[in-house]
T-cell receptor, first 113, second 110 residues
């Protein structure tokens, strides 16, 4: 079975543009996580879904960030408008059950100029 | 106090050395614990889960101390390939919200 799939792998955009990151979790996994990683702040949980329902979004930085999970096999993280401080690696991860091992995708490296 | 704390290191050790990392957590209701390994510019990958009774996987041993609220990772006979950042993860509360530590950097040299 394929692991967690993320797209794009790299994204370079200009300040003010909309950015959409995509994630396909491992088939059958019920929990999905979006993380952001920077040198300054480490790995931060942005939002966590269980059975497609957002359980905790307290890590979402501000209203410019939104995440959706319309079905069990797809999720998006959108930033609108993007700012240079959003530059980071964004990881998606999934787990079979809550509290279980998380499997990470390869990440999307975002650069906002 | 941060929820999950790790010594960032780096720990610089020779091949064959034994090295230990600790990770402290603040939420006494935490329910599951893991160690992940992250190589440079790669995603984190599970190294091992941490069980209440302690567990071993080859050269790696993980321990949980609920009373003092910390988990530990011991690596014996270090290899060059063990060089990486080691992240602890604590899942807390009824919603199993995961919190990662900032990671401990390990450099194993010849």
């Amino acid at each position: 079975d394929a692991g967690v799939i993320q797209s794009p792998r790299h994204e370079v955009t200009e300040m003010g543009q909309e950015v959409t990151l995509r994630c396909k979790p491992i088939s059958g996994h019920n929990s999905l996580f979006w993380y952001r990683q920077t040198m300054m702040r480490g790995l931060e949980l942005l939002i966590y879904f269980n059975n497609n329902v957002p359980i905790d979004d307290s890590g979402m930085p501000e209203d410019r960030f939104s995440a959706k999970m319309p079905n069990a096999s797809f999720s998006t993280l959108k930033i609108q408008p993007s700012e240079p401080r959003d530059s980071a690696v964004y990881f998606c991860a999934s787990s079979l059950l809550q509290g279980d091992t998380q499997y990470f995708g390869p990440g999307t490296r975002l650069t906002v100029l | 106090r941060k929820e999950v704390e790790q010594d960032p290191g780096p720990f610089n050790v020779p091949e064959g050395a034994t090295v230990a990392f600790n990770c402290t957590y603040s939420n006494s209701a935490s329910q599951s614990f893991f160690w992940y390994r992250q190589d440079c510019r790669k995603e984190p990958k599970l190294l091992m889960s941490v069980y209440s009774s302690g567990n071993e996987d080859g050269r790696f041993t993980a321990q949980l101390n609920r009373a003092s609220q910390y988990i530990s990772l011991l690596i014996r006979d270090s290899k060059l390939s063990d060089s990486a950042t080691y992240l602890c993860v604590v899942n807390g509360g009824g919603s199993y919200i995961p919190t990662f530590g900032r990671g401990t950097s390990l450099i194993v040299h010849p």
